[in-house]
T-cell receptor, first 116, second 119 residues
Framework: AQSVTQLDSHVSVSEGTPVLLRCNYS??????LFWYVQHPNKGLQLLLK??????LVKGINGFEAEFKKSETSFHLTKPSAHMSDAAEYFC??????????????FGRGTSLIVHP | DAGVIQSPRHEVTEMGQEVTLRCKPI?????LFWYRQTMMRGLELLIY????????DSGMPEDRFSAKMPNASFSTLKIQPSEPRDSAVYFC?????????????????FGPGTRLTVL
């Protein structure tokens, strides 16, 4: 069975400082991993995804994440936070369920707060 | 493509009434998912379909909830009768499964959600 743990429910940073949102996963297979972002009163939007290619994945808006199998982690980073980055971020793991389909499991989310 | 379309965007109803939420997935996508999001429980997968067939409805909370997908371009989630604890944002998402062995689902595309308030 797959699972995902987002280690922080809230992260607060100042504008212009680095962002680190932590995610650990558990999977019996080679999983796909995703980060989604949800701005207030909006649906979820894909930031980036890892599907067994390069371990460092670059996404939209300057975000990137590194897949570390030995640590079962997929942390999301950005060198410099913008006010517009304030949102809820979801880490997602997906591996073959019964029948072979990859069905995603979402983390509880991390709320990123950006101070001026 | 217009993306995943959900209607209505907001629904306010009274306890005991029937509520129907609608979703139009992205054309060509063969997986459709219904989620519920609340502050207390986060994002919960309720049910998903593959090629219009319900595959896993283990996340549906009670018999009051039912979902259908009569064709590839339309799905409904019905709550009957509704209760105040059903108040949440309901999301529909679709994705394209790979034609290779394993039917690997890829990126999910989410609709804007329906905010349901049951009084």
């Amino acid at each position: 069975a797959q699972s995902v743990t987002q280690l922080d429910s809230h992260v607060s940073v100042s504008e212009g400082t680095p962002v680190l949102l932590r995610c650990n996963y558990s999977s019996s297979y080679s999983p796909s991993l995703f980060w989604y972002v949800q701005h207030p009163n909006k649906g979820l939007q894909l930031l980036l995804k890892y599907t067994s290619a390069a371990t460092l994945v670059k996404g939209i808006n300057g975000f990137e994440a590194e897949f570390k199998k030995s640590e079962t982690s997929f942390h999301l980073t950005k060198p410099s936070a913008h006010m517009s980055d304030a949102a809820e971020y979801f880490c997602v793991v997906s591996d073959p369920a019964s029948g072979g389909s990859y069905i995603p499991t979402f983390g509880r989310g991390t709320s990123l707060i950006v101070h001026p | 493509d217009a993306g995943v379309i959900q209607s209505p965007r907001h629904e306010v109803t009274e306890m005991g009434q029937e509520v129907t939420l609608r979703c139009k997935p992205i054309s060509g996508h063969d997986y459709l998912f219904w989620y519920r999001q609340t502050m207390m429980r986060g994002l919960e997968l309720l049910i998903y379909f593959n090629n219009n067939v319900p595959i896993d409805d283990s996340g549906m909370p009670e018999d009051r909830f039912s979902a259908k997908m009569p064709n590839a371009s339309f799905s409904t989630l019905k709550i009957q009768p509704s209760e105040p604890r059903d108040s949440a944002v309901y999301f529909c998402a679709s994705s394209l499964g790979s034609p290779t062995a394993g039917s690997r689902t890829d990126t999910q595309y989410f609709g804007p959600g329906t905010r349901l308030t049951v009084l």
